[in-house]
């Protein structure tokens, strides 16, 4: 890869040893990938549970850390993604002190070097939306698809050590989706319905993710007339890269990119067709047997409005099983304000912030608290916990919140 | 596959040499969705390879799936020993990439043809990343 001056001086070591270590790190991939040179990015946004970290990530951060003391603290501003707990209900989710520790070491690593703990999937609601065409180092899959497509800044994929990188040396490898070669549409999806609710949206991305299949695949969605509202754009994307680990797709006539169909996407790409039968069948994957043991509204964290259709749904009511809400901690003190919070835990729910359920050691949860059958709205959340022994169960959110007052979901 | 060792050239590549057993499926992967990283084996109860132990093996998969914690994943897996030999997929996403690169974990990626239909399950490998090349030793 060509570097520039500034590059040379980093990888020699002018800005300290943090910034030698990140950009060798980043160099590895750009050459994995062929790129030619770095691009400036103006954010990171880093994923770094410690479910995902364990005992070697949290040493390594507070290498990095112990380093810095010589000179090495995030040059663009650098947040994070939501965190393995929120501190106030640990003990109610089971959660131990080990993996307390853990997190508060994770923390304190990651302050030292001048991150700001945001805690959030949802910055782009929450902190600060990027630009059309602005480069970012964003982590968490949902968070990329929408920073993409919705907003259309420039982002790969960027797992925490590189997004942290990126926060460290102000830079990224220029390849994939930062190209504009990459961002021309792969396939064309046709679809002749539009979704209802946000487990609908989910379930449309889903196929769609599924249909596109991988990373490098990019897909342009003709059909949907109506602008989609942010929320259902979120677990649109989140789905899509969950399930198919896709980065960007384009709504003709709706996203920056795509005021025009042929704007990005050549004549002749491979075409699809998703129909209301391939979303049924889809949800018909996770169908009930009965019995819910816990509802779970998460992945992504809710929004402000979320919030408040969820507090509506569950005033004067009382539930059977316990019901779970995470937000970020930047909506958690409006939804207190307005008496959301009140509403959802007087009915004997729980708002949680600052955490996301699959990113909280959610196996630990289930065998702590005897949790089997769990219902939600989120498709990327039944997509995720399968593989952590649950038995996961989509529904709407009107369906869940009755779900949770009776124990059962037909 | 008597006497003559048959390969396949990668066109992206990544960690030293290794030769070992080679799981195959057509399936994705991801560290988050796909493993039980405690008792390394497959766990995704529609995964191809569900039941199976993946420590010590060569995964030779289609594609990565899922979200971003593996690339922290395969690091605390390393840490632990329970870790595959080396990951070989038809295409990667950068996340797999990220995380081989903290890990020290051989990688290759992008082939010619279906790497998952040309290497027999269970057929022993030798992963050469500084070759670019991937080869059915038996």
Not at chain 1, 8 to 15: D, F, H, P, S, V
Not at chain 1, 114 to 138: K, L
Not at chain 1, 279 to 306: K, N, W
Not at chain 1, 336 to 355: F, N, Q
Request: aromatic content about 8%; some cysteine; overall charge neutral.
């Amino acid at each position: 890869m060509k570097l520039n001056d500034e590059e040379q001086e980093i990888l020699a070591g002018t800005y300290g040893p943090v910034g030698v270590k990140a950009l060798q790190h980043q160099l590895k991939v750009g050459e994995f990938f062929g790129a030619e040179d770095f691009v400036p990015v103006t954010q990171a946004h880093v994923m770094a549970d410690t479910e995902s970290l364990g005992e070697a990530g949290v040493r390594w951060l507070e290498e990095f850390a112990a380093a810095s003391e010589d000179g090495g603290r995030v040059r663009v501003p650098t947040i994070t993604d939501p965190r393995g707990t929120d501190f106030a209900k640990a003990a109610f989710l089971g959660h131990t002190p080990a993996m307390l520790d853990l997190e508060r070491r994770a923390i304190s690593a990651f302050v030292k070097l001048g991150v700001t703990m945001t805690d959030t999937c949802i910055n782009y609601q929450t902190i600060q939306a990027p630009t059309r065409n602005e480069h970012v180092a964003y982590g968490d899959t949902g968070v990329v698809i929408y920073a993409n497509s919705v907003c259309g800044a420039r982002s790969n994929f960027e797992g925490g050590p590189s997004a942290l990188a990126a926060g460290l040396t102000g830079r990224t490898p220029r390849y994939g989706f930062h190209l504009p070669a990459h961002r021309r549409a792969t396939l064309h999806v046709g679809v002749d319905f539009v979704p209802a609710s946000l487990n609908e949206w989910g379930a449309l991305g889903a196929t769609i993710g599924r249909i596109a299949g991988n990373y490098w695949a990019v897909p342009a969605v003709e059909g949907i007339e109506e602008a989609p509202r942010s929320d259902q754009l979120k677990h649109f994307g989140a789905a899509m890269a969950s399930f198919g680990s896709v980065a960007l797709f384009h709504l003709a006539g709706l996203t920056p990119e795509a005021g025009r169909l042929s704007d990005v996407a050549p004549a002749g790409l491979p075409s699809h067709r998703v129909t209301r039968a391939d979303i049924d069948a889809l949800r018909s994957c996770y169908r009930s047997d009965g019995r819910v043991d816990v509802v779970v509204f998460s992945a992504p964290q809710l929004s402000l409005f979320e919030l408040r259709d969820l507090a509506a749904l569950c005033e004067g009511r009382r539930f059977a099983v316990p019901l779970l809400a995470a937000t970020s901690p930047q909506v958690k003190p409006d939804c207190d304000r307005m008496g959301y919070t009140a509403r959802i835990e007087d009915a004997g729910g729980t708002v949680l912030s600052g955490m996301c359920f699959y990113q909280s050691y959610a196996r630990e949860i289930a065998q702590a608290n005897g949790w089997k059958r769990l219902a939600t709205n989120s498709v990327k959340l039944v997509n995720i916990l399968g593989g952590y022994g649950y038995h996961p169960i989509l529904a709407s959110m009107e369906e869940c919140v009755d779900a949770a007052i009776t124990g059962r979901l037909a | 596959m008597t006497g003559v060792a048959k390969i396949f050239r990668a066109r992206q590549a990544m960690g030293d040499i290794v030769r070992g057993m080679a799981l195959v499926a057509r399936d994705g992967f991801s560290a988050r969705y796909d493993l039980d990283r405690v008792r390394g084996i497959f766990s995704r109860p529609d995964h191809k390879l569900a039941g199976q132990s993946y420590i010590g093996r060569v995964l030779v998969l289609d594609t990565a799936k899922g979200g971003v914690a593996s690339a922290w994943m395969l690091n605390e897996m390393t840490s632990r020993g329970v870790i595959p030999l080396a990951l070989v997929f038809n295409s990667v996403n950068p996340i797999l990439v990220q995380g081989a690169a903290l890990a020290g974990l051989p990688m290759l990626a992008g082939f010619d043809e279906d790497i998952t239909a040309a290497v027999p399950h269970g057929s022993e490998v030798e992963v050469n990343p500084c070759g670019r090349a991937l080869t059915v030793l038996r």
